[in-house]
């Protein structure tokens, strides 16, 4: 594409943000973001509390968020500094407990020794029979190849592993057939509780693609990056350095690809560009484009999470806990609705907001409504000994768009991977690697790489 092209971005989150960083490095500087809301990050969402800021969104990175890192390089900031993440256990009664301890749970080492055992397992077939499964985005697997780029050298690698497809099975049924069911111990915390589903619909692929061995080892280790002012601040900064730092407060009204050019409609005004990519949530791409029939039918297969955050004041005179604390007994599609894990971003300070979590739907199980999900969150913290004063903050996002196995299997990424380009329209964002910050910036870097 000619270095003069004039291109919109739609969405000031992390991969739209992280388009034009890699647009502009590679010398395209006639780029537009345009972002819906007043702020940039998406849902790396950051607002304040008295003389701090929390996470309504994202919370944490590990030492392979190697484009995020990038980013931070560009923007000029840092997780150094950022307050440390601890975490607990709670059972369904509040009462903490460890269990992933032997000494405090010898009937468990049999258990917790098979655990052990598994994980290895699970961390060698993943080098070997599921070679290529950690590439950017899932191009070829559904029919056995790898195709993508390796953010560690940053180059394009594709080849043969017909074993991939096994890929587009629940994580569950995965974990069974390769005889690592228990790794599901340790894969669910940072999957289940952090809003991405249950085991049991989700398509290992996802699962596999953000909690890579190596990721997941820096979650069980506790080596986690935050940020003192939270995610939002790394994309604050880089829309700060961008040649052109998004236009907030933009909305939409039509967007159609006409004679060559892509005519976006803005109120009174139409601009024409020579190419758009869309990080926006794909599902609702139809309600303002001039879809194709492939892109809706395609696009009308995503389905996505009900998660939503609270962020919480507690009563006056409450002892503010020491760190975070996970539920595993309500990661359980049983128990839906229940807080799954609550956030303490400051170690026993009380000038802070708690923020809860829960997820509202399951595949066939009919969707719980929010007012129901805010009321058992609540009710979580109040049996873990925190009345909430007042909720001063609440989101029910869209979270983690994703297809199920028969769509995965079917090859809807290598369908909607081959319409890339077509009426001068990209696709990027979540839906199409996964909805992590690491995942989603990755791809927008390979996007431009391969197309621009
Ligand atoms: C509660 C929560 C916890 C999370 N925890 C983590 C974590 O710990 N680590 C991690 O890596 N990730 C985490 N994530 C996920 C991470 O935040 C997302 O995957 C990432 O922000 C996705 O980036 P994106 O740019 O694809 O989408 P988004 O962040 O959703 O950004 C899309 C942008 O497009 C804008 N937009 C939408 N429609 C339009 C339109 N029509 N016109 C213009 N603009 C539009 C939106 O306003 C938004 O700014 C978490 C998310 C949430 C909600």
């Avoid at 969405?11 to 973001?33: D, F, M, Q, R, W």
């Avoid at 190419?275 to 309600?287: G, W």
């Avoid at 696009?299 to 975070?324: C, H, Q, W």
Wanted: charged residues 25%; glycine residues 8%.
């Amino acid at each position: 594409m000619n270095k003069d092209a004039k291109i919109c971005i739609i969405g000031g989150g992390p991969a739209g943000l992280s388009a034009a960083v890699h647009l502009e490095k590679k010398g395209y500087t006639n780029y537009t973001i345009l972002e819906k809301e007043n702020w940039v990050g998406g849902k790396c969402h950051s607002p304040h509390y008295k003389d701090k800021r929390y996470e309504m969104g994202a919370i944490m990175g590990c030492p392979t968020y190697y484009a995020v890192h990038e980013l931070e390089e560009f923007g000029g900031a840092t997780h150094e500094g950022g307050p440390k993440l601890e975490r607990g256990y709670r059972r369904l009664n509040g009462k903490p407990y460890d269990p992933f301890d032997p000494k405090r749970n010898p009937f468990l080492i049999p258990r917790l020794l098979k655990t052990k055992k598994q994980v290895k397992k699970l961390g060698s077939i993943l080098k070997t029979k599921y070679k290529g499964y950690e590439y950017t985005g899932h191009r070829g697997v559904a029919e056995g190849r790898y195709d993508g780029f390796d953010p560690v050298t940053g180059e394009h690698i594709t080849g043969e592993n017909p074993n991939l497809k096994d890929l587009s099975m629940p994580f569950d049924k995965f974990c069974k057939m390769n005889g690592v069911e228990l790794c599901q111990d340790i894969w669910i915390a940072p999957f289940t509780a952090f809003g991405y589903g249950y085991f049991d619909e989700i398509p290992a692929a996802y699962v596999l693609k953000y909690l890579d061995f190596e990721t997941a080892m820096y979650f069980v280790n506790k080596n986690l990056w935050t940020w003192i002012d939270g995610t939002q601040s790394i994309y604050e900064c880089v829309n700060a350095k961008l040649k052109n730092p998004a236009r907030l407060g933009v909305t939409i009204d039509k967007v159609t690809r006409e004679n060559g050019k892509v005519q976006v409609y803005i109120g009174d005004t139409v601009e024409e560009y020579d190419a758009i990519i869309v990080t926006s949530p794909l599902q609702f791409l139809p309600d303002y484009f001039d879809a194709t029939a492939e892109e809706k039918e395609y696009f009308s297969k995503i389905d996505y999470e009900r998660y939503d955050v609270t962020a919480n004041v507690l009563k006056p005179g409450t002892d503010y806990p020491d760190m975070s604390y996970y539920i595993f007994d309500n990661m359980k599609p049983e128990r839906i609705g229940n807080l799954m894990v609550f956030y303490v971003r400051w170690k026993k300070n009380p000038d802070q907001v708690i923020t809860t979590y829960i997820l509202r739907n399951h595949k066939g199980k009919e969707l719980l409504s929010y007012e129901k999900g805010k009321k058992l969150a609540a009710e979580g913290l109040a049996t873990c000994g925190m009345t909430v004063d007042k909720c001063v903050y609440e989101r029910d996002w869209y979270y983690f768009p994703h297809v199920f196995e028969k769509d995965y299997a079917a090859g809807w990424y290598d369908k909607v991977e081959a319409m890339q380009g077509n009426l001068n329209t990209y696709y990027a964002g979540e839906i199409m690697s996964f909805g992590d910050m690491e995942e989603t910036v990755q791809y927008s870097k390979d996007l431009v790489a391969r197309f621009f």
